[in-house]
C-alpha cells in the first residue's frame, strides 16, 4: 500500500540556519504531494503541494520539489526563523485511493535563538 | 483558509462511558468530513470517512460499532467513542473536504485529547 517516510526529529536548529526534512514515498501511479505543519495547540495547516513530476511547490520561504525518479519530496527553507518552531508532516493522496491523505510520522522542528 | 473546530479539546473519562467528539466547519459547507487518530509520536491514521446524509466509510481494522460516526448536517460530524477503555486514549484529528477548481483539499480541526482511565 501507499506510505510515505519522513526523517526522524526532533531537528534542532539555529535561527538562519538552512532546514532541510527528508520525505519519500511510495505509492502506485502518480500521487500528489504535500508537506502540512502543525504548529502547538493548532490543528493541521497545508504547507505547501505539488502534483505532477518536477513541480516545486512554495510558500512562506518554504519550498518542495516533487522527484518522481527518486519518489521524494524534500521540504528546504534557506533561513528558518524561531516562529518555525512547529510539527512537519509530508503527504500523499491519489485520485484513485479516493483521495485520502496518507501521511508521514511527523519531524518536530526546534529553533533557537 | 477554512476554519474547523474540534470540540471538546480534551476530555477524560472513566472506562466503560462514551464520550462524543464534535467537529464543525465554521465558514464553508462540507460534505465529507474525516476522522483521524494519532498516536504519540505517530502518524495520522485514517479511521473513516463521514459522508453527509449516509453511513460513514470505515478503514480496514477499525470497529464501526466501537466509533459511532454520524454527519447529520453539513458542517458538522460527531464522533462517538462507545464504551471507551484506556487503549482508546489517543489523539483524534478530524478534517473537512472542500473542493477548489477540481482540486480536492482538507481542512484539520485542532484535535481532541482523549484519555480514559
Known amino acids: 500500500g501507499d506510505s510515505v517516510t519522513q526523517m526522524e526529529g526532533p531537528v534542532t536548529l539555529s535561527e538562519e540556519a538552512f532546514l532541510t526534512i527528508n520525505c519519500t514515498y511510495t505509492?502506485?501511479?502518480?500521487?500528489?504531494l504535500f508537506w502540512y505543519v502543525q504548529y502547538p495547540g493548532e490543528g493541521l495547516q497545508l504547507l505547501l503541494k505539488?502534483?505532477?513530476?518536477?513541480d516545486k511547490g512554495s510558500n512562506k520561504g518554504f519550498e518542495a520539489t516533487y522527484r518522481k525518479e527518486t519518489t521524494s519530496f524534500h521540504l528546504e527553507k534557506g533561513s528558518v526563523q524561531v516562529s518555525d518552531s512547529a510539527v512537519y508532516f509530508c503527504?500523499?493522496?491519489?485520485?484513485?485511493?479516493?483521495?485520502?491523505?496518507?501521511f508521514g510520522a511527523g519531524t518536530i522542528l526546534r529553533v533557537k535563538s | 483558509g477554512a476554519v474547523v473546530s474540534q470540540h471538546p479539546s480534551w476530555v477524560i473519562c472513566k472506562s466503560g462511558t462514551s464520550v462524543k467528539i464534535e467537529c464543525r466547519s465554521l465558514?464553508?459547507?462540507?460534505?465529507?468530513m474525516f476522522w483521524y487518530r494519532q498516536f504519540p509520536k505517530q502518524s495520522l491514521m485514517l479511521m473513516a470517512t463521514?459522508?453527509?446524509?449516509?453511513?460513514?466509510?470505515?478503514e480496514q481494522g477499525v470497529e464501526k460499532d466501537k466509533f459511532l460516526i454520524n454527519h447529520a448536517s453539513l458542517t458538522l460530524s460527531t464522533l462517538t467513542v462507545t464504551s471507551a477503555h484506556p487503549e482508546d486514549s489517543s489523539f483524534y484529528i478530524c478534517?473537512?473536504?472542500?473542493?477548489?477548481?477540481?482540486?480536492?483539499?482538507?481542512?484539520f480541526g485542532p484535535g481532541t485529547r482523549l484519555t480514559v482511565l
Open positions: 478534517s473537512a473536504r472542500v473542493v477548489v477548481n477540481s482540486y480536492n483539499e482538507q481542512f
Open positions: 505509492a502506485t501511479g502518480y500521487p500528489s
Open positions: 505539488a502534483t505532477k513530476a518536477d
Open positions: 503527504a500523499l493522496s491519489r485520485r484513485s485511493g479516493g483521495n485520502k491523505l496518507v
Open positions: 465558514d464553508f459547507q462540507a460534505t465529507t
Open positions: 463521514s459522508n453527509e446524509g449516509s453511513k460513514a466509510t470505515y
